[in-house]
């Protein structure tokens, strides 16, 4: 195999209750990555369609990884990569990741997959590093496993795949703005009250119960943000009633995708995801403010080969 064309999906991270641990993978936004093997060493970005971004192999998330990942093999030929980005940059739903995790995943395959799905995610977070300024794999983990993914370590890398009720959808809407990750992280708090961490941690705890028992009035208690909302959702244009709307057009929740600006709801029927989406959009129409909107099932399976050669 010279040749391989992947779909890297978008995904949500932290999921409200789990800062920096918690991801879910989006089913119909996501860039297609092709990765070609070259005679010369090394790594080069061929083209990049849809947004425009760097093809600077040490400025591009693509090329941060795809290096990190080769300094742990020998071999006498390089790659080369083309990207066609689905997923618009600082939008809240995983772009960098998509980036990072898919090059990394097309690289192993074409190098008869010498390395395991944790190792994909340590070189791909080294792309993440560079966008956010710190490690963090809750948009990787998702992308390259596949669900709803805890992360429970990035030091000596763990992840747990948690169950994904079939039933669950995803509404995601995005007002036209742009959120860098690395402004976002800035809001962050360094210190929190012994008792917000004290209700994020049962809100995690209780949160991962739903998933497995699918009780959604004990998922709606859960996926609240206790510590990081607040802050962040200063940056989103009309937050606070767009998740007012949501919940009272039946969401079971609702919150900032990421570091935003996308917002998500939660839902288990799809003709109310549909009323959600109509109800959100509606009201950015009224205000005249850009938005995209969408739903998406649960993306089980993570990165997905579209053709090779």
């Known amino acids: 195999m010279d ?38 060493k090394g790594v080069i970005i061929r083209s990049i369609e849809g947004h425009s971004l760097t093809k600077d192999i040490n400025k591009n998330v693509a090329g941060i990884a795809a ?15 083309e990207i066609k980005k689905g997923i618009k ?4 739903i995983g772009s960098s990741a998509a980036s990072s995790a898919g090059t990394v995943f097309a690289i192993n395959q074409l190098l008869d997959s010498p390395f395991s799905h944790l190792d994909l995610i340590k070189y791909a977070m080294e792309g993440e590093r560079f966008v956010s300024g710190s490690y963090h794999a809750d948009n990787l983990a998702p ?3 596949g669900g709803i993914t805890l992360v429970r370590s990035i030091d000596s890398i763990d992840v747990i795949k948690l169950p994904s009720p079939k039933s669950l959808e995803v509404i995601i809407v995005r007002p036209n703005i742009e959120i860098k990750t690395s402004d976002s992280r800035k ?10 961490m004290v209700q994020q941690s049962a809100n995690i705890g209780s949160f991962i119960s739903s998933l497995y028992t699918e009780d959604f009035d004990l998922m709606s208690k859960s996926v ?21 709307i949501s919940k009272d057009s039946g969401a079971i929740a609702v919150g900032i995708s990421g570091s935003g600006p996308s917002i998500f ?9 549909n009323k959600i989406l109509d109800n959100i959009t509606n009201h950015y ?12 099932k649960i993306n089980t399976a993570g990165i997905k080969i579209l053709e090779t050669k």
């Open 67 to 81: 290096q990190a990942l080769l300094k742990n093999i020998n071999i006498n030929y390089g790659f080369e990569i």
């Open 89 to 92: 940059p600082g939008s809240g």
């Open 265 to 273: 709801s939660l839902s288990n029927n799809t003709t109310l995801s």
């Open 3 to 40: 040749s391989i064309k992947v779909f890297s999906p978008g995904s949500i991270s932290n999921l409200s209750c789990g800062y920096d641990i918690l991801g879910l993978c989006l089913q119909n936004r996501g860039d297609e990555i092709t990765v070609s093997k070259t005679n010369k």
């Open 187 to 196: 809001l962050v708090k360094k210190k929190i009250k012994i008792e917000k």
């Open 224 to 244: 609240v943000d206790e510590i990081i909302e607040p802050n962040r959702s200063m940056l989103i244009p009309e937050f606070d009633n767009i998740k007012k």
């Open 285 to 296: 129409e009224k205000l005249k403010i850009d938005y995209d909107g969408f739903i998406s």
């Open 143 to 145: 992308i390259i496993l």
